[in-house]
């Protein structure tokens, strides 16, 4: 099938932009990796799959953009797209991402707190009063009271 320079060129550019994205992907996975170290085992299964996923949305994004036609420009432009993103986008969006997700977590960790802290407070609050009623009718009775976990 003979493919005018236009639509290689379509197909090219296309590549590029999958590699970027394939790129984007990778460093999203990194992120979330490095927040919490798995264990030798864990890294290489989720490795496994992250380019497994990687593989088939790249085989799904050159279905729909050029019909899987495999050229030699085709790889060129995966890699020079990872190759562009790599070298130029990575470390900002690296960067922005940690901020993010770091912010997120401060976040939901603070939201959580306001959520629990009255409880914590309600829990202290019972437990004094039931504290105070216990010595209150031990003074008063003179005799210690039974708790439930003595009977």
Do not use: H
Not at 109 to 133: K, Y
Request: hydrophobic share 55%; glycine share 6%.
């Amino acid at each position: 099938m003979v493919l005018d320079i236009n639509t290689q060129f379509v197909y090219f550019f296309s590549n590029v932009l999958c590699g970027i994205f394939v790129g984007l992907l990778f460093d999203i996975y990194r992120v979330i990796r490095g927040f919490k170290t798995p264990n030798k085992i864990l890294t290489a299964i989720s490795d496994i799959l992250f380019w497994i996923f990687a593989s088939l949305l790249t085989f799904t994004f050159m279905l729909i953009t050029n019909n899987a036609n495999l050229r030699y420009y085709t790889f060129l432009g995966l890699f020079l797209g990872l190759y562009f993103y790599f070298l130029f986008i990575s470390r900002v969006f690296i960067g922005s991402l940690r901020y993010i997700v770091y912010f997120i977590i401060k976040t939901v960790r603070l939201f959580f707190r306001f959520i629990i802290t009255p409880f914590v407070l309600l829990r202290r609050l019972i437990f004094n009063i039931s504290f105070l009623i216990r010595r209150t009718g031990r003074l008063i009775l003179g005799k210690k009271i039974i708790k439930k976990q003595e009977i």
